[in-house]
């Protein structure tokens, strides 16, 4: 357990393949040198100099490879060459007079001093090195990248689903019902058969939408919406003239892509602290537009609001706004925002910024 726990940790992960790295490449080289009968003399201290000066340098190659990380392709390919081979310069130079230091060089070392020239076509073996130490960074550092996207779209996943699960379980508790079913039988005595028929129709499609819709998939803001006022139509039933609705949907924000089922927990909490507990009932409103490149959502009430100091509700709750914020985390990561503020002069907002995506039809 706690093995596995330090390989989910990537700078223990790094140090570990780097030490492991230039350990076998050190070793590789003495079983080398020992198979074709090098003299072994102080080569153990040669070898230990060299791979820590390739250490160093590979250190080095990871800060430049951190800094191009957002660069073109293109451009990162030729610079992961340029400095995969710089380095394998460096290195096979400090090599070359690291073995004259280890090893006393005969009368004509003078001589036999490499030139520039000399270096520069004698490095081959030194930049492949490199610039497999850089494919294995690479690679490494995608597959990780990769492992942790799929983990946050599996949390997500589950997330989503137990959002929709607990929303089903409100919708279809027998309470919900009761007090549908009874405001549709009250119409049906008074004999608004048309009221009562419109009722049965908006309770159905709303049913339908949050069987049939999968909360992993986007949706566009009209279609959000319009699933939205299925439930709050429901709602004004039991309500009436207390629960007033208000939206604001810009024309450039209808078919901008969000997540499913992403704003009726929310307005389900105002509705559950701002309107149900107050004498007068009030007002919901609920809007979106662009903002440069970012949808901007906000539901605002005028209810008794949160103390913000402690994001709780003096009555209670807070489960659906933590709820929604998690989903937010785990599907854009710091590409978006979740802030809560007061509604002037009294009540919530919240306000939702995501990555805009539009659809294609």
Known sequence: MQIQTALQDKRYLFWALQIAG?????????????????????????????????????????????????????????????????????????????FRAVYEPDPDAE?????????ITQAGS???????????YFGIKYYMLLQEEKQR?????AMAHEAQLK????????????????????????????????MVTRLSRFLRYTLDNDPMQQVTVNEEVESLMLYLDIEKVRFGERLQIHTDIEPEAELALMPGLLLQPLVENSIKYAIALAISGGAIGISAKVIGDELLLEIADDG????????KSAKGGGVGLSNSR??????????????????????LTISIRIPLQRSPS
């Open 22 to 98: 230039w350990t076998g490449w050190a070793t590789s080289y003495y079983v080398g040198a020992v198979t074709w009968g090098k003299s072994l003399e102080n080569y153990p201290f040669y070898l230990l100099g060299v791979s820590t000066i390739g250490l160093i340098l590979t250190l080095g190659l990871r800060a430049i490879y951190r800094f191009m990380w957002d660069m073109e392709v293109i451009r990162r390919i030729i610079a992961i060459l340029i400095a995969s081979y710089a380095a394998a310069l460096i290195w096979y130079t400090s090599r070359h007079y690291i």
């Open 111 to 119: 001589q036999k001093t490499m030139g520039v020239l000399s270096l």
């Open 326 to 347: 998690e989903r937010l985390k785990e599907l854009y990561g710091d590409k978006q925002s979740f802030r809560l503020s007061s509604t002037e002069p009294h009540g």
């Open 153 to 157: 779209g599996l949390k997500s996943l």
């Open 304 to 311: 008794p609001g949160l103390d913000l100091r402690h994001g």
């Open 167 to 198: 929303m089903l379980r409100y919708q279809l508790n027998p309470h919900f019902l009761f007090n549908t079913l009874n405001a549709i039988s009250t119409l049906i005595l008074d004999k608004d058969t048309e009221m009562a028929n419109g």
């Open 126 to 136: 030194a930049f492949w090195i490199m610039l497999v130490w850089s494919g294995l």
